[in-house]
């Protein structure tokens, strides 16, 4: 269950290998490294469907500032270092605080799509949201999303949109592009999407 108090911490990141060789070093030993810091809480590793050194981390925080914190002492312990030592490079690493939440009726089979965008800064995102999810709401297999406002504000969001397989989200994605409200609320995205991925859990 998602918690409007708690810091989500998103790191997007190409791994230098096929991460399945180092997987219990991405998950078992990174995971107690992250539980013996102040204030974690959970972690999820996705991996994508089309590029499979492709990874991203969703990670709990019970605030804001132990999310910082534990971004700062990452080199500074031995396993934290070593998973880091596996990232060719990253695409994003930022902190978001919940802005809303829709039906989530995910699974654990599900795609999960992730979008990181940036408004203009004269969008006024509560219109644009509201009015995406209208239509968002609408698409066959759509299993609810998560949709999270970066901690620095900079009207820069992440959407994590759960659908109930691949096929359905490709799908909604070329409908969505169809509707012509949707062609006039993408022009208030700033340049393109940073992110947009799709993804199954790694483990």
């Known amino acids: 269950m998602i918690n409007k108090?708690?810091?989500y911490e998103l790191a997007v990141w190409q791994a230098?290998?096929?991460?399945a060789q180092d997987q219990s070093l991405i998950v078992n030993q990174t995971n107690q490294a992250l539980a013996s810091l102040a204030g974690f809480q959970t972690r999820t590793i996705?991996?994508?469907?089309?590029?499979?050194?492709?990874?991203?981390?969703?990670?709990?925080w019970d605030n804001a500032d132990?999310?910082?914190?534990?971004?700062?002492?990452?080199?500074?312990?031995?396993?934290?270092?070593?998973?880091?030592?596996?990232?060719?490079?990253?695409?994003?690493?930022?902190?978001?605080r919940l802005s809303d939440a829709h039906q989530l009726t995910y699974a654990n089979g599900s795609t999960t799509e992730l979008v990181v965008y940036q408004l203009a800064a004269e969008v006024e995102a509560s219109e644009f949201q509201n009015r995406y999810s209208y239509h968002l709401s609408k698409q066959a297999g759509y299993q609810g999303r998560y949709l999270?406002?970066?901690?620095?504000?900079?009207?820069?969001?992440?959407?994590?949109?759960?659908?109930?397989?691949?096929?359905?989200?490709?799908?909604?994605?070329?409908?969505?592009?169809?509707?012509?409200?949707?062609?006039?609320?993408?022009?208030?995205?700033?340049?393109?999407?940073?992110?947009?991925?799709?993804?199954?859990?790694?483990?």
């Not at 996705?46 to 709990?60: A, C, G, I, M, R």
């Open 148 to 203: 999270l406002e970066n901690t620095k504000g900079d009207n820069q969001w992440a959407e994590l949109v759960f659908w109930e397989n691949e096929p359905a989200a490709v799908a909604a994605s070329k409908a969505l592009g169809d509707i012509p409200e949707m062609g006039e609320l993408l022009r208030g995205v700033k340049e393109a999407p940073m992110v947009h991925q799709y993804f199954k859990k790694f483990v």
């Open 66 to 96: 132990n999310a910082k914190s534990a971004a700062q002492q990452m080199m500074s312990i031995p396993e934290l270092k070593a998973f880091v030592g596996l990232i060719d490079k990253t695409l994003v690493f930022e902190h978001y």
């Open 46 to 60: 996705f991996q994508s469907v089309s590029n499979p050194q492709l990874l991203f981390d969703w990670v709990e």
């Open 16 to 19: 230098k290998a096929l991460p």
């Open 5 to 7: 108090q708690s810091a």
